[in-house]
């Protein structure tokens, strides 16, 4: 799966995702009894994706530290669960591995 090749393109990620988390979360308010299960999931993926965020705002941010925490929390679901788990997943390994190279890219 390809990774962001620039910052800019890994903050665009970023941002979309946030932008997926509160899309879901309007659903799940719109529609509590059926879609309330997933409340806690969209809890731990935004605190997640907002620490990555906060961090590199302020510069202190650092690539190739493991997993971030919301993976434990998307591993066993589904895209029906979690529709954006593909661009969570790209996220996730453009932050353990750095960004992509040319090299990668051929």
């Not at 799966?1 to 990620?13: N, S």
């Not at 309330?36 to 935004?46: N, S």
């Not at 620490?51 to 993976?71: A, K, P, R």
């Amino acid at each position: 799966m390809r990774r962001a090749r620039t910052v800019e393109e890994y903050v665009a990620w970023l941002k979309d995702a946030l932008y997926e988390v509160e899309d879901m979360r309007a659903s799940i308010e719109y529609d509590e009894e059926g879609m309330g299960a997933m409340k806690p999931y969209i809890e731990e993926i935004e605190s997640s994706l907002k620490g990555v965020f906060e961090l590199m705002e302020s510069g202190d941010y650092c690539w190739n530290t493991g997993d971030l925490s919301y993976v434990a929390v998307i591993r066993d679901l589904d895209e029906s669960v979690v529709p954006f788990r593909q661009l969570l997943i790209r996220i996730n390994d453009t932050h353990k591995n750095g960004l992509e190279t040319e090299e990668e890219q051929e």
